[in-house]
């Protein structure tokens, strides 16, 4: 009897140190720097994978143009559709040093694809694959921010590649 209560206690400490941590369900709505506002739905379906859907209005031809003394930012808006696979890492390493993972905060790769709407009748847009690597933290119980890094790679009408850094910032629900 003692021996199978040891190796009860020992198969439940060995699930429990196996179960791992994953990607939540979850709605947001955010902003990114180009200042669009987009509703999207995160979906775990596997592991540490989802896949991420998002319809709104999205920046579109963001860019820094410098004078001799002088910065400014261009941005325009349109109505976009982006479909974004994401794979987290190190969350079951967040979990296990005791950091935050709710909201599915912690470090992600994905490849965003979007596609912007023109607003004339001349064509469908741009559509942009990017693979970027990002960072996503939750703080204040519904609120969370982004940062991602990687290249833009714009598929339509030419092809350009160039560099992107993002941040997005929004409420989950």
Known sequence: MKRMILSLVALAAALTMAAQVRPQNNHTVSTTLGLGLEYGFEWA????????GRIGYASKGFTLNSALDSFHWSSTLAPAVTLEPRYYFLMNWRDRHGKYTAGNSAEFFSVPTTLTLAKD??????????????????????WFHEFTAGADLLCLPTFIVTPHVGYRIGFLF
Do not use: C, D, N
């Open 121 to 142: 009748a001349k064509g469908i847009g741009e559509l942009a694959v990017s693979p970027v690597l990002g960072v996503r933290r939750a703080f204040a119980t519904h």
């Open 45 to 52: 379906f596997a592991g540490q994978a989802s896949v991420i």
